[in-house]
């Protein structure tokens, strides 16, 4: 059987407290998330947990939290190549990156500049460079769509239904197809 580890920021607890601890995939999945988490503040402990659960398949969502008004989308990408970069030279077989995806609440931001226009160029930036490095590793959530997949702070995934299914429940699924097609590689 596979072992999966989802790591990342806020997105990947609240996929695990909205799963209650079941992803519904064949192996074992263990669940590294850490609200606001950046891509420079993975801790030893965090390290040494993964490591030791040695996963086969990995999905990464980070970068998020790193985005300030003085961000360098190139320093995020290259923190987070680096990242996966341990991953591989640990023994993970396959690394997915999701995409950073959008926000519209800023008052808990260090950055008291920071607004949606600064925060959604850069993050574009920081997704096509990821995109042009990581290919079909590279995760989009094509169908979620802002505002009305978030919840109410504008900064994470909603778990109320609209008329198709929730914000949340659409990246569950896609990032459980990630796992899925791991297993037919």
């Given at each position: 059987m596979s072992k999966f580890a989802l790591v990342g920021s806020s997105f990947v607890e609240r996929l695990r407290r909205f799963t209650s601890d079941d992803f519904k995939v064949p192996g074992e999945v263990k669940w590294f998330g850490v609200p606001g988490l950046r891509s420079y503040s993975l801790s030893k402990e965090m390290w040494s947990n993964i490591?030791?659960?040695?996963?086969?398949?990995?999905?990464?969502?980070?970068?998020?939290?790193?985005?300030?008004t003085t961000t360098r989308p190139k320093d995020v990408v290259g923190r987070i190549i680096a990242i996966c970069e341990n991953l591989k030279g640990s023994g993970v077989k396959s690394v997915f990156v999701a995409e950073v995806l959008t926000r519209g609440n800023f008052q808990r931001s260090p950055d008291r500049h920071l607004n949606k226009l600064i925060f959604d160029k850069k993050r574009k930036k920081i997704n096509s460079l990821l995109k042009s490095t990581f290919g079909h590793h590279f995760v989009v959530f094509k169908d979620i769509s802002f505002p009305k997949d978030f919840d109410d702070d504008l900064v994470h995934l909603g778990t109320k239904t609209t008329q198709r299914s929730s914000g949340m429940t659409r990246y569950f699924h896609r990032v459980r197809r990630v796992f899925v097609s791991f297993r037919h590689q």
């Open positions: 490591v030791t659960f040695n996963p086969d398949c990995v999905f990464l969502h980070v970068g998020g939290n790193d985005i300030t």
